[in-house]
């Protein structure tokens, strides 16, 4: 064990008192085993632990906040809410090249290090992951949301699964309600969820396929839904010869804010990937980008239902899969 709390953190811990969470405000059948005091005898702290984690984490870094989203919908994407995503080792999901640079892995390993300090064998990977992304949503100025917990973390985690379970920015909004129904998600869903795109970056790759280089080799726009002025922003920072780690805001105006700017932005035509233009240029979507840039209450609470489902899927329970020790690698 190489890192330790220090003192001051280990009678935090011990002396904070801790509220038993509220009464469930969703139901749903996948997740009739999930329970909101799940820890609440066997890791009463656990939800305080991984919040403090993931507010120091987000104070020195405030790009945390967007990995630790992301991450989750790649590992519920993915064989569900299983932390499958978080296993290291050949041919496993993290492995694939569409892994398209997730990150956050080592705030899901310090909550996990200190976890295991105070409830040895007890917090699945998987609740970790889901909690997580619920404080950085919070963080980030999003709203709180009270979730669930008893997921178990799975055994199986392969590259091969995840090209055909993750949306590609390419996917017309046909294609992308044909993949979120198959996780028993609807179309306010998709419209609710692609509101993460509010927070966090992207890779000048994630969105090149709306520029083409000319004779010259400078890129010019092809996209003619992109906002035009946005667009000149985009290449300047993306320009042809640009190395490939250079990262652009999601959402240029503000971009660490979890709000309702991202819907704004469509309105403005300014969605980055063109997954998020279709979004306001299909009819069956539109009224509710509308809807969600002129309410971010609206948002909110439309979020807080998307999220649970979001974190409802294919999970594990009962005797289903295990509690890792360690998240990166399964216990044999
Ligand atoms: C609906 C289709 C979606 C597509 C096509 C899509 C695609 C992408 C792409 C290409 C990136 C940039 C990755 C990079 O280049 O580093 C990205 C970033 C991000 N996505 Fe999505 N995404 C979708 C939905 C979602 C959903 C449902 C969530 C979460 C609920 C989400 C959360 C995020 C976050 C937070 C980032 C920023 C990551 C960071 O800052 O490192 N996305 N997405
Ligand atoms: C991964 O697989 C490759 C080829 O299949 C093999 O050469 C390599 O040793 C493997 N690495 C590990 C860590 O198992
Ligand atoms: C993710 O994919 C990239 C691009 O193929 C690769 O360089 C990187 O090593 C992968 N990440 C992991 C954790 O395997
Ligand atoms: C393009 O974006 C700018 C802000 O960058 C905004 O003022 C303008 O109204 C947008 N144009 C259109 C056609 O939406
Ligand atoms: C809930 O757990 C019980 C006992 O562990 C199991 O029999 C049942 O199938 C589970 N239900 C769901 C929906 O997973």
């Known amino acids: 064990m190489e890192t330790r709390p220090d003192v001051f953190s280990v009678l935090l811990f011990i002396v904070v008192l801790h509220s038993v969470a509220a009464s469930p405000s969703y139901s749903s059948s996948s997740s009739a085993n999930l329970s909101f005091t799940f820890y609440a005898a066997s890791c009463p702290s656990a939800e305080f632990m991984v919040r403090n984690t993931v507010r ?36 496993t999901e993290q492995s694939d090249p569409a892994n398209r640079s997730l990150g956050g892995f080592s705030v899901i390993d310090s909550a996990k290090r200190v976890l295991e300090i105070f409830c040895p064998g007890t917090v699945s990977c998987a609740d970790i992951v889901v909690l997580a992304a619920r404080d950085a949503v919070e963080m980030a100025g999003g709203p ?9 973390d799975g055994m199986v985690s ?11 920015t390419s996917f017309s909004v046909d294609e992308m309600i044909k993949l979120f129904s198959s996780k028993g998600m609807s179309l306010n869903d998709l419209v609710t969820l692609s509101g993460a795109h509010t927070i966090g970056t992207a890779h000048c790759s994630a969105f090149s396929d ?19 002025t946005y667009a000149d922003e985009l ?74 489902k979001l974190t409802s899927i294919g999970v594990k329970t009962g005797d289903e899969g295990e509690i890792r020790r360690s998240c990166s690698a399964t216990n044999t």
């Open 56 to 91: 120091s984490a987000s104070s020195v870094d405030p790009t945390i906040p967007g990995k630790l989203l992301r991450l989750l919908f790649h590992d519920c994407f993915v064989e569900g809410c299983d932390a499958s995503v978080l296993l290291q080792g050949n041919g």
């Open 144 to 152: 709180a949301i009270q979730i669930p917990t008893g997921r178990r």
């Open 158 to 168: 392969a590259a091969s699964n995840v090209r055909p379970n993750i949306v590609d």
């Open 210 to 228: 709306r520029f083409q280089k000319d004779s010259k080799g400078k890129l010019t726009l092809i996209d003619t839904s992109l906002n035009s």
């Open 235 to 308: 290449i300047k920072q993306c320009p042809a010869d640009s190395s490939p780690s250079v990262l652009v805001n999601n959402d240029p105006d503000t971009s660490f804010m979890f709000d309702n700017q991202y819907y704004r932005n469509l309105l403005s035509h300014r969605g980055l990937f063109q997954s998020d233009s279709v979004l306001f240029n299909d009819e069956r979507t539109r009224k509710q980008v509308e809807d969600f840039a002129n309410d971010q209450v609206g948002f909110f609470e439309s979020w807080g239902q998307s999220f649970f």
